[in-house]
């Protein structure tokens, strides 16, 4: 078992040796690469600018209700649909 500390000691060598987790998500089709990888859809949200907006997601042809966009994690090669609402008339 890995005491805090040793974990800290962990964080600083990867770090270091720049270890970054990619992730690649196809998103309308279109492929899109992060670096800070694995994440929640909340956190997709956040970094396509998108919190605030009234949205359905679809994560592999599945709906994700929005109580569970921080519960949802995706991974590499997953497949989303973003749709917003249009208002008007």
Do not use: W
């Amino acid at each position: 078992m890995h005491t805090y500390q040793d974990l800290y000691y962990y964080r600083h060598i990867f770090k270091f040796l720049n270890v970054v987790h990619h992730m690649q998500l196809i998103i309308n089709g279109k492929p899109r690469n992060f670096d800070d990888a694995p994440f929640s859809v909340a956190h997709l949200v956040t970094q396509l600018s998108l919190e605030g907006k009234r949205l359905a997601i679809e994560c592999n042809g599945e709906i994700v209700p929005r109580s569970q966009f921080s519960e949802t994690q995706l991974a590499d090669g997953d497949k989303l649909e973003i749709v917003g609402a249009v208002g008007g008339g």
